[in-house]
């Protein structure tokens, strides 16, 4: 039957999910990857873009963890839906890993299991979106939280982070953005974009300004532990008792498989104050809605953070740690580029002197035309908040690494403006 021109139909897509889907990185990554020139088939795509190393060898998971899947798997206990007491063994083990790390012990109810940690995201962000509230976020930061937000129209202010300080919180900044809606902040930790590392003092200055404006801190620490300088990994959630801290953290950076789409969200709140006041409710509710973790993964946790050796984690840091000082030495040689030096994550950021570059005006053309004549992908700063500059992954094959800072060299030095 055909349908009349002039019915009116009672639906329509929803605004948001175009203008938040726009802002990912994934589909920046998307837009350049467009660009590479398929018929030169002299150079292969060297991915600087993206934090999963997971392809290259060199990043390879450990026996243990894969043994552990595989054990799972055979078992045939994890073929259903997640029981109670395979959520609450995972919940107890990552609750006695995380505490190895805190001045207080945490228990298996103050942790909660997510499908990875842009899961841990999506639920924190969506539980938090009262009508009227606002969250402060990161300048540059990590695009899912402006996502997610937008989606759920949820207020965003970003405050600033300070290159020239470490990437430090710029704390009066924050203050200043801050009123009586304002119901969180996001601090990133290891950084990412930035690979920052915080001094324990600063996060503690964090937290004394999340008190006084009486917002609770969201501490993303999908990269926890992957830290290469003097300053030491330190989770956010040592100071939950100045103020509330709700913690994602996720297995896919530190054990390398972010395919295997596990998770959490930490409570850090000896004071019960997320308790008191509903959020950690609103939490647990909004998980009862949507879905959980792989039931395999969730039963091969215990041993991944029991088993895992030792010499695998330093040997991911060693590796790191080499590829961030070639990649930051690397660019230094190139005069349109200032590389801030990575102390932790698996990126750096880099800031383009625009007027070095002949017929080139922004990161984003910069980012295009580069992948389109040298098959090198690196993320524009646009994408992250903070224009003309680049992010620049270096977990990577060191050899291919290379290559790519000498097609990025190459590329710069052709479009350099003749003096």
Request: proline share 6%.
């Amino acid at each position: 039957m055909e349908v009349s021109s002039k019915w009116r139909w009672n639906f329509e897509g929803k605004e948001e999910a175009k203008t938040a889907s726009a802002c990912t990185i994934r589909s920046y990554l998307n837009t350049l990857n467009k660009n590479i020139n398929k018929n030169d088939n002299t150079k292969s795509v060297i991915p600087l873009s993206h934090g999963d190393p997971s392809g290259f060898p060199s990043f390879r998971t450990s026996k243990v963890s894969e043994d552990a899947l595989v054990d799972a798997l055979q078992s045939a206990k994890y073929n259903g839906y997640c029981g109670n007491p395979d959520i609450f063994h995972a919940s107890r083990s990552i609750a006695e890993y995380l505490s190895r790390d805190y001045p207080y012990k945490l228990s298996p109810n103050d942790v909660l299991v997510t499908a990875g940690a842009k899961h841990g995201i999506d639920v924190l962000i969506t539980a938090l979106a009262v009508p009227g509230a606002n969250i402060l976020l990161p300048r540059p930061g990590y695009p899912a939280y402006e996502a997610l937000a937008t989606f759920n129209r949820l207020e965003m202010r970003h405050y600033d982070l300070l290159p020239e300080q470490d990437w430090e919180v710029d704390i009066d900044g924050l203050e200043a953005l801050a009123d009586d809606k304002t119901v969180a902040m996001v601090v990133i930790n290891p950084g990412n974009p930035c690979g920052n590392v915080y001094e324990r003092e600063h996060l503690k200055k964090i937290a004394e300004a999340a008190s006084k404006l009486g917002m609770l801190v969201i501490s993303d620490e999908a990269y926890g532990h992957l830290v290469f300088s003097s300053n030491p990994f330190v989770p956010m959630g040592v100071y939950g008792e100045i103020a509330p801290i709700l913690t994602i953290g996720s297995i896919s950076k530190r054990w390398m498989v972010p395919g295997w789409r596990f998770g959490w969200i930490v409570m850090c709140d000896p004071n019960g104050i997320l308790q008191k006041h509903g959020v950690a409710e609103s939490i647990k509710n909004y998980l009862n809605i949507g879905v959980g973790p792989p039931t395999f993964t969730l039963g091969a946790i215990p041993r991944f953070l029991v088993e895992t050796p030792e010499d695998f984690y330093s040997n991911i840091i060693n590796l790191l740690r080499k590829a961030a000082d070639i990649c930051y030495a690397g660019l230094r040689e190139i005069p349109c580029f200032t590389p801030y030096k990575s102390q932790g994550s698996m990126f750096l950021m880099a800031k383009l002197n625009m007027s070095l570059l002949e017929g080139i005006d922004n990161d984003m053309e910069f980012c295009t035309r580069l992948a389109r004549e040298e098959s090198a992908i690196v993320l524009p700063g646009e994408a992250l908040g903070l224009k003309n500059w680049v992010r620049v992954t270096f977990a990577v094959e060191i050899s291919a690494l290379e290559d790519g800072l000498s097609r990025i060299k190459a590329f710069c030095f052709r479009n350099a403006k003749q003096q």
